[in-house]
T-cell receptor, first 115, second 115 residues
């Protein structure tokens, strides 16, 4: 158990819908990262938040958005869902103090299926 | 942009034997981190081993060791005394120590352990 929690574990929805994935980081971790694992794209970085602020952006679609709340939990919002958005979405967290090394601890993931 | 390449989609090894998984990467940076992550059927991402590019000594964690060749941009993982529980997808990953902390992953190698 990494200490990172993600809900829900599984989500099945239809094309065109909107969903919200939730992540609670490890206690004390200020950084949250979102990754997408799909058959087509492999494992790719979407976005990072540090203490409520966006720190880095990857290949995140405009239909996707995220935020980190004052209690440091994060939500990834996916809208106008397409079949290709079906994937495993991971959240990871780290202490987030640059420039020293901070291990990213991964949550169990949310499996999204778009029908 | 940094890229990570794993040229072996699948590998198999007899239980108790040794196996080496290959990884190459491309970067113009001189300082960075390299990682091997394990993803068992549970889908959890588990950090196996980490290597800092400035360290010449190869990292070792129990039965897992790496062969880091900085000039060749090669980072292989050796698993000794393979066990059934080692069966998983293995991902090589790269990260810079400064700025964007995202992990860049390779496409993975599926390791099968033959009893």
């Amino acid at each position: 158990d990494s200490g990172v929690t993600q809900t829900p574990k599984h989500l099945i929805t239809a094309t065109g819908q909107r969903v919200t994935l939730r992540c609670s980081p490890r206690s004390g971790d200020l950084s949250v990262y979102w990754y997408q694992q799909s058959l087509d794209q492999g494992l790719q970085f979407l976005i990072q938040y540090y203490n409520g602020e966006e720190r880095a952006k990857g290949n995140i679609l405009e239909r996707f958005s995220a935020q980190q709340f004052p209690d440091l939990h994060s939500e990834l919002n996916l809208s106008s869902l397409e079949l290709g958005d079906s994937a495993l979405y991971f959240c990871a967290s780290s202490v987030g103090d640059l420039p020293s090394y901070n291990e990213q601890f991964f949550g169990p993931g949310t499996r999204l299926t778009v029908l | 942009a940094q890229t990570v390449t794993q040229s072996q989609p699948e590998m198999s090894v007899q239980e108790a034997e040794t196996v080496t998984l290959s990884c190459t990467y491309d970067t113009s940076e001189s300082d960075y981190y390299l990682f091997w992550y394990k993803q068992p059927p549970s889908r959890q991402m588990i950090l196996v081993i980490r290597q800092e590019a400035y360290k010449q000594q190869n990292a070792t964690e129990n039965r897992f060791s790496v062969n880091f060749q900085k000039a060749a941009k090669s980072f292989s993982l050796k698993i000794s005394d393979s066990q059934l529980g080692d069966a998983a997808m293995y991902f090589c990953a790269y990260r810079t120590p400064f700025g964007n902390e995202k992990l860049t992953f390779g496409t993975g190698t599926r390791l099968t352990i033959i009893p």
